[in-house]
């Protein structure tokens, strides 16, 4: 049998027949597969793409829930007629936004947006306030048992600071301060602490990236007296409220994912403290008259967004944001609510009790 060498080359090639016909077979049985292995890729992979592309949404739905339980799937159809209905009536004419998750895995059970849930940065308001409850208990001395007196106004760094009770709130411990959500209290007590502190605690949950640390360091003191009622330089996202709230309803239990530095501004005992005063905000404070007795632990804020003058009155307009959970025994669904324009203790307390009861039924 001639063997083919490299000096074959350009020479006509004259090959036995059964090696004409083995090589030919050959190349047929490699077309073959080719095309075969080709038919089966378009088969397989084309379709699988097409699928792909059709489950992406176009338009983002208006509730989601992911992975939920037929209970979960119940609940969140209820909440979401309310919240619809809600739209009709009293808020036709505001931006309303709700959220409840699981307390367990953060998962989230019903949002009208998810966008807003995930990207829309807000001013949490006085609900900054569970970090300078922790503060002040670490650096402040006898800091549950100082009384501190609101008469409605303050003078600090020259300034006079008014609160958000007219006639002001009058004797007030730290935790009736937090329920009650004086701003004079915060206002007074926040300044003795170094604002490194602040920031740091802050900075360790996730609260405020450095940009927003510089501008609260370097603050005039009107300004940083804004900032640690949660009116100034620090915006989160609602998930990141669903996240803090998470962390006080379930304690030390598997959070997923386990929030870092959480542990390390809140210890035990602060966080049994702060929960005890969220309880407060809902029996004896803030959101009382709007929970109306519904069992949960929450706190109230309410951020300016701006000023007018209407016959010599100052009027402030805010955004209501009430983060809470429930129920306050075995904590199971964290929930945020935001109104624009509200406050937090009225609009924000009302909405989530109207979501909550509705899932309740
Ligand atoms: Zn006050």
Redesign the pocket.
């Known amino acids: 049998m001639k063997i083919f060498t490299d000096t074959d080359c350009g020479k006509s090639l004259s090959l036995p027949l059964s090696v004409t016909h083995f090589i030919y077979a050959l190349f047929s049985f490699l077309f073959s597969f080719s095309f075969f292995s080709f038919s089966l890729i378009l088969l397989f992979l084309l379709p699988a793409k097409a699928a792909q592309t059709e489950s992406k949404p176009t338009r983002e739905p208006e509730s989601y829930y992911t992975q939920a339980d037929s209970l979960e799937t119940e609940i969140c159809a209820a909440i979401k007629k309310e919240f619809d209905s809600l739209k009709k009536t009293k808020y036709s004419k505001k931006y309303i936004f709700a959220a409840v998750a699981n307390i367990k895995d953060g998962r989230v059970i019903f949002t009208n947006s998810r966008d807003f849930y995930i990207k829309n940065k807000i001013s949490p308001g006085s609900i900054i306030k569970i970090f300078n409850y922790a503060l002040i208990l670490k650096h402040i001395k006898n800091a549950e048992y100082n009384i501190f007196y609101?008469r409605?106004n303050l003078y600090a760094g020259g300034r006079r600071y008014n609160?958000?009770?007219k006639g002001?709130?009058g004797e007030l411990s730290l935790e009736a301060a937090f329920y009650r959500s004086?701003?004079?209290?915060f206002k007074n007590y926040m300044p003795k602490i170094k604002r490194r502190e602040f920031t740091a605690a802050l900075k360790k949950c996730g609260f405020i990236n450095e940009t927003a640390e510089k501008k609260i360091l370097f603050a005039p003191q009107n300004e940083y007296l804004q900032s640690v009622i949660g009116d100034k330089n620090i915006e989160v996202t609602p998930e990141k409220l669903i996240e803090l709230i998470r962390f006080f309803a379930a304690g030390d239990s598997t959070l997923k994912p386990l929030p870092i530095g959480y542990g390390e501004v809140f210890n035990t005992a602060a966080r049994e403290k702060i929960n005890a005063a969220m309880r407060g905000v809902a029996i004896n404070g803030t959101a009382a008259a709007a929970l109306n007795g519904f069992d949960c632990a929450a706190k109230t804020g309410s951020a300016s967004v701006s000023t007018r003058i209407e016959n010599n009155k100052k009027i402030i307009l805010t955004t209501a944001v009430f983060l809470g959970y429930t129920p306050y025994a075995n904590p199971k669904y964290a929930v945020i609510t935001f109104c624009e324009t509200g406050a937090g203790g009225t609009d924000g307390a009302f909405i989530a009790v109207r979501l909550l009861s509705a899932a309740d039924h």
């Open positions: 609101c409605d609160c958000s009770q002001g709130h004086c701003n004079l209290y």
